[in-house]
C-alpha cells in the first residue's frame, strides 16, 4: 500500500498469492489480537453461533466423541495448559474425561489469554460446568502465548504440560508462521511436553465461503471493525465510517485458505506516514488456512515434532504433536 506502483484497482482478480505482503498487512500480522477488541470478540461469539460456521460446533462434537480416546494420550499427573481460554465449554469436555479416570487432586488447569476478562469468564465456566474441579487446582496466566508456557514452565519445572490450541487458531498463520510458532512454543515447554491441535479440514464447494461470508453478514462485520479497530488505534479521522470497507473474502483452492480481503470505497489518506490505501485497493485482513492430515504432518515436521495421534474425519481434525 505504501508504494503508488502496488495499486490495485477494485475489478481485478485478487492479487496473486505469492505477491509480498503490504506494509499494512504485515503491521496486521504482528498484531493478531487487532480483529478482537470488545466488539470483536462479541462478533466473534456470534460468528461461532452462525449456522453456517460450522468450525465451532465440528471440533466441540470431535472432542466430545473421542475425550475419552484422547485422554488415553495425557499421563496423569499432566498439566492442562490452554492458550486462549475464551470459551471453557470445549475444555471441560477434556478435563471431565480425565476427572473420570484419575483423582480430582491429580488434575491441575492452567488458562492462558491475553484478556483478563475472558480469563475470569474461562473461571466462572469452568466452576459451572466441573464443579469437580477444585478452584485452587485452577490457575489464570495473563500472558500471550509464549511467555504464557514460560511463565507455566517456570512455575511447574518438572511437570508434563498438555497444551490444547484449538479453534483451528493455527489457520490464522501463514506456513513459516505456523511453523515458527509451534517450534518456539516446543522450546518453552521443554522435552516434557504435548500438543493438543486443532485443524479444520480443507474442503471443496461453498461450505467454506458461506462459513466465512454467512447470510447474515456477521463475518463481515468481524473483518470490517478489525480495521476500524486499527484505524481508532492509530487516530485516523475516517475509523467507524460504516462505507469505507468493503468485505470481499476469496475461497483460494491453490493454497488452500480463506481470504479474508476488505475492499476500500474510496481514498483512506495518511494510515501511517506515507501509507494510505488507494480508493479500489483490497486490503488482507485475515487468513484462514484449512488443512489435510499431510499438512499438518509437514507444519509439525517443520517445527521439529512428530505426531503421536490424529482424531477427526473430512470435516474437522485434532492432532496430537509431540517433541
Ligand atoms: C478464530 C481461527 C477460529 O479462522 O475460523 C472466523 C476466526 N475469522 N471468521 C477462523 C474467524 C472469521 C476463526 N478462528
Not at 25 to 53: A, N
Not at 89 to 116: H, M, P, Q, W, Y
Not at 119 to 143: G, H, Y
Amino acid at each position: 500500500a505504501a508504494e503508488a506502483g502496488e495499486v490495485t484497482p477494485a475489478a481485478a482478480p485478487p492479487v496473486p498469492p505469492r505477491s509480498p505482503p503490504t506494509d499494512l498487512e504485515r503491521g496486521l500480522r504482528r498484531s493478531p489480537k487487532f480483529l478482537y477488541d470488545d466488539r470483536g470478540s462479541q462478533l466473534y461469539e456470534q460468528i461461532t453461533r452462525l449456522p453456517e460456521y460450522y468450525v465451532y460446533q465440528a471440533e466441540k462434537e470431535l472432542l466430545a466423541a473421542q475425550a475419552g480416546a484422547i485422554a488415553t494420550h495425557i499421563p496423569s499427573g499432566s498439566i492442562v495448559v490452554e492458550l486462549g481460554c475464551g470459551d471453557s465449554s470445549k475444555t471441560a469436555i477434556l478435563l471431565a474425561a480425565l476427572l473420570r479416570r484419575s483423582e480430582a487432586n491429580a488434575l491441575r488447569f492452567v488458562g492462558v489469554d491475553v484478556s483478563g476478562e475472558a480469563l475470569r469468564q474461562t473461571q466462572r465456566s469452568l466452576a459451572r460446568l466441573l464443579p469437580e474441579l477444585p478452584a485452587e487446582q485452577v490457575e489464570l496466566v495473563e500472558a500471550e502465548y509464549l511467555a504464557g508456557i514460560q511463565e507455566v514452565r517456570a512455575r511447574h519445572p518438572n511437570a508434563f504440560l498438555t497444551i490444547l490450541w484449538l479453534g483451528s487458531s493455527v489457520g490464522n498463520f501463514s506456513p513459516g508462521e505456523a511453523a515458527d510458532f509451534l517450534a518456539a512454543l516446543r522450546a518453552a515447554a521443554g522435552e516434557r511436553s504435548q500438543l493438543l491441535l486443532g485443524a479444520d479440514r480443507w474442503k471443496s464447494g461453498g461450505v467454506l465461503r458461506q462459513a466465512y461470508d454467512d447470510s447474515q453478514g456477521v463475518s463481515a462485520a468481524f473483518i470490517v471493525n478489525g480495521m476500524h479497530h486499527v484505524l481508532r488505534t492509530l487516530g485516523h479521522p475516517d475509523a467507524g465510517d460504516p462505507s469505507l470497507f468493503q468485505y470481499d473474502p476469496v475461497v483460494n483452492a491453490k493454497l488452500q485458505q480463506v481470504e479474508m480481503w476488505v475492499g476500500a470505497t474510496r481514498r483512506v489518506a495518511d494510515v501511517l506516514p506515507g501509507l494510505h490505501i488507494e480508493a479500489g485497493e483490497r486490503v488482507l485482513v485475515e487468513i484462514s488456512r484449512k488443512f489435510t492430515t499431510e499438512s499438518v504432518a509437514a507444519m509439525a515436521f517443520a517445527a521439529g515434532l512428530c505426531q503421536g495421534g490424529a482424531w477427526g474425519g473430512p470435516v474437522y481434525g485434532l492432532h496430537l504433536l509431540q517433541p
